[in-house]
């Protein structure tokens, strides 16, 4: 039961990509997992892996049946039980209740992931106390960058105020595949300049991605061979491993 938090306080770096895609490659190398939804605006990762109708004016969310292999199950908090699937999705997480919502997760999963609004909020914060890992991803470019620096700010003060290091990894999101533009280079020194730790392996700009926002199929199930789905295998080892080590070492100081 770990809690990895993605964060940022840009829109469209790629965290509900990254949610969206961790989710399911945890979940297919039989880790369960849970989903916080805490955009309460663009619920991209709850429009993925769930569909919405209206009832009485509320939004009621049924979980797909149709991604291969994976049970997916929403949880709308009517119920204290927890539903048991591959994937729990929970969907509309507030403020007032994404601590509970993280908490009720975390118990009965193994791997718990957040995703976030574009912007610094309670929420988020909630969510970084909570994180075992915060992955915050950058576009290549300044502004990105500027706001990058910001959340790991955040989640450096949010580990003090916890009194524990709350340990982070910069994703570079949306890397250009082939050649590397000098501005990503740029921007990876910069990173390195200010000591920000960063994962080995970035998320390429595929429009696989972009597909999958709209066919609902993940890049590992459209098109296993490809390099979107090659690029997120690698990826999700990295974060797995990170996670892993993270967890051992905490438990070390324990
Ligand atoms: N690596 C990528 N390659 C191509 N398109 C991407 C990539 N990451 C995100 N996108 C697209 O950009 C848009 C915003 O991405 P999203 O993951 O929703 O960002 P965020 O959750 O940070 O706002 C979506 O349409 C998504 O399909
Ligand atoms: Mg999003």
Same mark, same amino acid.
């Given at each position: ?11 469209g ?12 490659h ?10 916080? /939804?805490?955009d ?5 990762s ?5 569909? #919405? ?5 509320? /939004?009621?969310w ?5 991604i ?11 119920s204290?039980?927890?539903?048991d699937?591959s ?6 997480a507030d403020? /007032? ?18 995703d976030?609004?574009?912007s610094?909020?309670?929420?988020m914060?909630?969510?970084i ?13 300044? /502004?990105d ?9 955040h ?10 290091t709350?340990p ?5 999101s949306?890397?250009?595949?082939g050649?590397?533009?000098e501005?990503e ?17 970035p998320?390429?700009? #595929? ?5 999958a926002?709209?066919? #609902? ?7 296993p ?11 999700y080892?990295?974060? #797995? ?7 051992a ?6």
């Amino acid at each position: 039961m770990s809690v990895l938090t993605v964060a940022g306080q840009k829109g469209g770096s790629g965290k509900s990509t990254l949610v969206r895609n961790l989710a399911i490659h945890f979940a297919r190398d039989n880790y369960k997992v849970g989903i916080v /939804d805490a955009d309460l605006i663009q619920q991209h990762s709850s429009e993925f892996f769930a569909d #919405r109708t209206k009832e009485a004016g509320r /939004d009621v969310w049924t979980g797909r049946d149709d991604i291969p292999g994976l049970t997916v199950r929403a949880w709308d908090r009517s119920s204290p039980q927890v539903p048991d699937a591959s994937i729990v999705l929970a969907p509309q997480a507030d403020q /007032d209740s994404i601590g509970d919502i993280i908490q009720a997760l975390a118990d009965v999963t193994d791997v718990v992931l957040c995703d976030l609004q574009g912007s610094a909020n309670i929420a988020m914060l909630h969510a970084i106390h909570y994180a075992d890992l915060v992955l915050i991803p950058v576009q290549p470019s300044n /502004d990105d960058l500027r706001s990058c620096h910001s959340t790991a700010r955040h989640v450096v003060q949010a580990g003090k105020s916890a009194r524990r290091t709350i340990p982070y990894r910069i994703v570079i999101s949306r890397a250009s595949t082939g050649f590397r533009p000098e501005v990503e280079k740029v921007v990876e020194q910069a990173l390195d300049n200010a000591n920000l730790p960063r994962l080995r392996t970035p998320v390429f700009e #595929r429009t696989a991605f972009k597909r999958a926002s709209f066919s #609902r199929v993940a890049p590992i199930f459209d098109e296993p061979n490809g390099g979107a789905a090659r690029n997120l295998e690698a990826l999700y080892t990295e974060v #797995r491993d990170t996670l892993a080590e993270i967890v051992a070492a905490s438990r070390e100081t324990a």
